[in-house]
């Protein structure tokens, strides 16, 4: 899930990506205090809070409404363009950056350089009821960093007469997935339809860890190390590689993974995309299509990628015990209003399980097996997974599914990165 919503692997299509690099930061102290939205009507004191800039029409006026609503303080709310996680990194050192704002991850230097402040008490009466995978991220030490907003999620698509014309089942495990790719795009050759479209990579960008997952390993551990360092992890990623050796895969597709269009247009039988996509596949196909988690390999389990921002008080606050209230009415108490902003100007999950299980849209259908999804299958990736990390697996798993790369020799690199990594993580 590109680091775009929270997880690492391409989860948000909310975000708008940065074009302006690092001239995005260009004015950004300067424009810390600035008033960009309607403050509540409220008594107390002002409070500035910050989104990222989201990609759905009528977000942002849905965020003010909800601020102006709140009567114990006059909240404002500022909409920040361009490169968000690098303005609140630079704004979170100063006096006057955001009160309330919302944070992707949070990342664990922000918490233990003291930039950020816990919110345990403000969450700990209904922490059970958010989905543990969106959750944990924000955990270190024992409290609670951030409280989850929204959930983005991604799933395997298949087009139900695609499937049955070939006489292929959905794929329940890897290797079904790896022959049913190579018996669909057998089977509809003269129609240049594809069995599986993983992005036009292939699939590295967007799969990240999810293959780990589905054999049952995970990215780190819950003792804090490297959790692929194990024979399952070379196996799964090798049948990944197959599918790309297979001639199974789209590839050069007009739009990239996070687009349904190649799937509603027929280019492919089956499609790896965000919950985000349903609607317009529903709307293309009708009944004609099903989801599914990523199959399980081996003695693993499905797996989906989840993520979630989080909404954050600033260490900084001049009102933190005020701030910490607002998060508290907004994204503890609201539920109406989590509900209004999952589901009103896009397709989302609520981060509360007991909202996701009632939300009228979710409970039928797709929506409804997603949901299911997520609340047993979902994993995001953990606080220790640094930047650097990342980095690594990412380009092994590009050698490996791309290039034919060994697994167990890019693998054991990137073991060694990751240990490397944990250790200097320890030491902070």
């Known amino acids: 899930m590109t680091r775009d919503g929270g997880t690492g692997f391409g989860i948000g299509r909310r975000r708008l990506l940065a074009t302006a690099g690092g001239a995005a930061l260009t004015g950004v102290l300067a424009a810390c205090g600035s008033n960009t939205g309607r403050g509540g009507k409220g008594s107390g004191p002002a409070l500035s809070q910050w989104y990222h800039q989201y990609g759905e029409p009528g977000t ?7 601020a102006a609503a709140y009567d114990k303080a006059r909240v404002t709310v500022q909409w920040r363009p361009g490169d ?62 951030a409280v989850p907003q929204t959930i983005d999620t991604q799933l395997l698509f298949y087009r139900k007469s695609l499937l049955q014309a070939a006489g292929v089942q959905p794929p329940r495990s890897v290797d079904e997935l790896v022959e049913a790719a190579k018996t ?23 799969l990240g860890g999810t293959p780990l997952f589905a054999a049952g390993l995970s990215l780190i551990t819950e003792d804090g190390k490297v959790g692929f360092d194990d024979p399952a992890a070379a196996r799964v990623l090798g049948k990944v590689r ?110 509360r399980i007991s909202l996701a299980k009632k939300a009228k849209q979710l409970k039928e259908g797709a929506a409804a097996e997603a949901v299911r999804f997520a609340t047993d299958h979902g994993f995001a990736e953990p606080l220790l997974w640094t930047t650097a990390s990342r980095t690594a697996y990412q380009d092994a798993l590009n050698h490996i599914i791309k290039d034919g790369a060994n697994p167990e020799t890019e693998l054991k690199a990137v073991v060694r990165k990751v240990n490397s990594e944990l250790q200097r993580a320890k030491k902070k």
């Open 242 to 351: 197959q599918l790309y050796a297979d001639g199974s895969l789209l590839l050069g597709a007009p739009t990239d993974w996070s687009d349904p269009a190649a799937f509603v247009q027929g280019l492919t039988a089956m499609q790896w995309s965000g919950l985000w996509a349903l609607p317009q596949v529903k709307k293309a196909l009708g009944d004609d299509f099903g989801v599914l988690p990523f199959p399980k390999d081996g003695a693993g389990k499905p797996a989906v990628p989840v993520g979630a921002y989080g909404s954050a008080v600033s260490a900084r606050s001049k009102h933190q015990k005020e701030a910490k209230a607002f998060v508290k009415w907004l994204w503890v108490d609201g539920t109406d209003k989590q509900e209004d902003f999952a589901l009103s100007y896009g397709f989302h999950i609520p981060a």
């Open 84 to 145: 968000y996680d690098r303005q609140t990194a630079a704004a979170l050192l100063t006096d006057s950056g955001p009160d309330v704002f919302e944070v992707d991850g949070p990342r664990l230097d922000q918490i233990k350089g003291g930039q950020i402040v816990d919110v345990t008490e403000q969450i700990e009466s209904v922490k059970d009821d958010f989905n543990q995978a969106v959750l944990k991220p924000k955990i270190w030490d024992g409290k609670i960093w």
């Open 184 to 206: 669909l795009t057998r089977h509809h050759r003269k129609d240049k339809v594809k069995g599986l479209f993983l992005g036009n990579d292939g699939g590295a960008a967007v």
């Open 60 to 66: 942002e006026a849905a965020v003010k409404r909800y």
